[in-house]
């Protein structure tokens, strides 16, 4: 409730964040959940958020799912499905975040649902567009630098240097920064800075 009038406030979009039940591992440990299960659990969190949204005479925009069950859907084409089923489910007009032109997006798609392609300022990834295991040590970016200019890389030229520093294409709509990392604050400032300097607008999809 406080995060949605912050978001009216500031004129923010919304959106649902829905991941596994276990908040003890913060939603980053795989669950292994049936198709129903998935559908079921995003289902009901994106309602949840909605009626918040809702009684603060606000409209949800989009959303995007947490953590372990982002990463699974993304490799998993019938989780994917049970999420995009899910947002459709709840309302046909939400956009969903996907990882670049991973399942999520393309079983979106299928079902006309708006998309947007994530990217990473703060991760780095593999050879196959996928994202480094937050258990291996190179995961995280924590460099504002570096951070940078991996942004700058996939929004103007489309593509982002793999660990192995493989050119691996994307195709960037929207840029994910994790709340919950040690520079977050600084890495939004900057990038936000950065992109004004290089005449690239932010605006919601």
């Known amino acids: 409730d406080k995060t949605i009038k912050l978001a009216l406030q500031y004129n923010v979009a919304i959106g649902a964040h829905p991941g596994f039940d276990d908040k003890k591992n ?4 795989e669950m292994p959940l049936s198709v129903d299960e998935v559908y079921d659990l995003v289902l009901k969190q994106i309602l949840l958020v909605e009626k918040i949204t809702t009684a603060n005479n606000a409209t949800l925009h989009h959303v995007k799912p947490h953590g372990a069950l982002y990463n699974m859907a993304a490799k998993n084409l019938v989780m994917a499905s049970a999420i995009a089923h899910a947002v459709k489910d709840a309302d046909e007009t939400l956009v969903l975040y996907g990882l670049n032109n991973s399942h999520l997006i ?29 258990s291996q040590p190179n995961a995280l970016i924590e460099n504002d630098n570096e951070a940078i200019n991996q942004v700058l890389n996939m929004l103007l030229h489309k593509r982002v240097l793999s660990v192995n520093l493989k050119v691996v ?12 990392g040690i520079h977050a604050v600084s890495f939004a400032k900057k990038i936000n800075e950065t992109l004004r300097a290089n005449d690239i607008t932010v605006k919601t999809v």
Do not use: Q, W
């Open 26 to 29: 913060f939603g980053r440990t």
């Open 106 to 134: 393309t079983e979106a798609r299928k079902l006309h649902l708006k998309t947007a392609n994530e990217v990473f300022a703060d991760r780095n990834y593999n050879d196959d567009g996928s994202l480094v295991a937050r």
């Open 169 to 180: 294409p994307v195709n960037a709509e929207t840029i994910c920064m994790h709340g919950d």
